[in-house]
């Protein structure tokens, strides 16, 4: 299987597992549960219980928008039109810059709810946080270059 397969299904699969594991911790969870942290993972915001379902909720509509995003690359607004020659190269790029935004942000998003449910994950908020800007970096020099060299 591909890599870029795996990826996308790692994507989608990670909020459908969490709902699952949310689904079977729900009744131990307390009342109110924390729903926004700080810089260190401190919470500073607490809500309902049913709340842990949104946060799934939005992380499965958010893997599910990007991987099918990665699938019509060709379909993104892209700084510029693609040069002759160098169109498959920038939509591939714009293939990883989405599946990779997708894991970075399945990692944020699992830090996010291990947090909630009482878990110590601060540092899953971190690392997802700078994969993110990592990937999106990466991912815009790597465009910018496609257009720039084969323009030239």
Do not use: C, Q
């Not at 997708?102 to 009482?118: P, T």
Request: no cysteine.
């Amino acid at each position: 299987m591909k890599l870029l397969t795996v990826a996308r299904i790692a994507s989608v699969a990670a909020p459908v597992l969490a709902a699952v594991i949310v689904a079977v911790r729900y009744p131990t969870l307390p009342e109110t549960v924390p729903i926004h942290f700080d810089i260190t993972g401190g919470a500073d915001l607490f809500g309902p219980r049913w709340l842990v379902f949104v946060l799934v909720g939005l992380w499965l509509a958010i893997a599910v928008l990007l991987v099918a995003l990665s699938t019509r690359p060709e379909k993104l607004n892209y700084p510029s039109a693609p040069p002759a020659g160098a169109a498959e190269r920038l939509y591939r790029t714009g293939t990883w810059l989405l599946v990779g935004t997708a894991l970075a942000v399945a990692v944020l998003f699992a830090g996010a709810l291990a947090l909630v449910v009482g878990l110590p994950a601060a540092p899953l908020l971190w690392l997802g946080g700078l994969a993110l800007a990592a990937i999106l970096v990466v991912g815009f020099v790597r465009m910018s270059r496609v257009t720039k060299t084969r323009s030239a």
